[in-house]
């Protein structure tokens, strides 16, 4: 591609851009904070659920300080249900880590948003630009897809050459227009015109030059060296219930996915055809738990939840025990109708609230 396609490029691009064609509250702003909280919040959800988290956030926490100086269980709580909970983490560490080593201000380049936990290439350049002007361009996704297009190029996306090849490609799509409004342009070009299934080529501002257009490749471009490979894990919920209606749950641990939310008992399987009876004598089954002492009510459908690398199926059975002690070490006992105060993964909340709505409480 020639200086001239990339000036072609940004001068289209621009000319199309309207920022009210996709409205978002976080455009009215131009604070590194706001910014940031939307850009976290975005990462791997959808416009339309991410915007309702992101004015809870806003609300709850108006600056970055509030949220440094938020309750890591109350912040969880409220991020209960967007998934990639490791971002809630790093949210907190970094808005802490701006606080304590940059006095609550964010850093003002790219290169040092990177240093805060959770803040990707992408993310950075965003705030960079659209907060202090610096002169960058975004790369993500949509940005891989508009330029492999444009420039009809299929070195893979996801390897090393293909990395530096677009960082450089995009940064001469952005030549000396100002940053911020390129940045959102392209970004909002990728959501309406130029979408990864259903290109409105035909509207498109750019197709004269688009070498994927004109040698009708739009669907083969981006190409990608690694398919994703998925893999099935079965669970199963030991939901244990006592006559003064408390409930057996657990803070998860450790690097599996869910850490830090909360869950009932768990015994894992390699296939989800395990009876109940079965659950008792496999090496995940608690120590404490004397399975005698059970009375078995119900067994629920299976719940499904789908994570980038994983599809969890998960079966909940019901049980009563009515010899269940004061307390067990690392389990917490909570009444029923507390249960909605812990963050719990998106399926267990999805089954409370389906026995919510039956009136079947356990
Ligand atoms: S012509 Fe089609 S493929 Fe090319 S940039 Fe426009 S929408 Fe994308």
Redesign the pocket.
Known sequence: MTKADWKYFRTQLLAWYLPERRPMPWKEHRDAYNIWLSEIILQQTRVEQGRAYYERFAETYPTVADLAAADDDAVMKLWEGLGYYSRARNLLRAARMVVAEYGGQFPDTADKLRKLPGVGPYTAAAIASFAFGEQVAVVDGNVYR?LA??AGNSTPIDSTPGKKLFAQLATDALGDVPAARFNQAIMDFGAL??TPKR???KE?P??TN?R??NNGQ?YELPVKQKTLKRRDRHFHYLVIKDDADRTIIRQRQGKDIWKDLYEFPLIETVSNEVGTQELAHHPDWPEWLPAAELEFTKRSQVYKQQLTHQTIYVSFHTFRWGLMPGSIENYLLPQNKLLDKFAFPRVITKYIEDKTLLLDLF
Do not use: D
Request: hydrophobic share 45%; net charge positive.
């Open positions: 508009i297009r444009y015109i130029c290109a409105s080529c498109c750019l197709s688009c994927a257009f739009v």
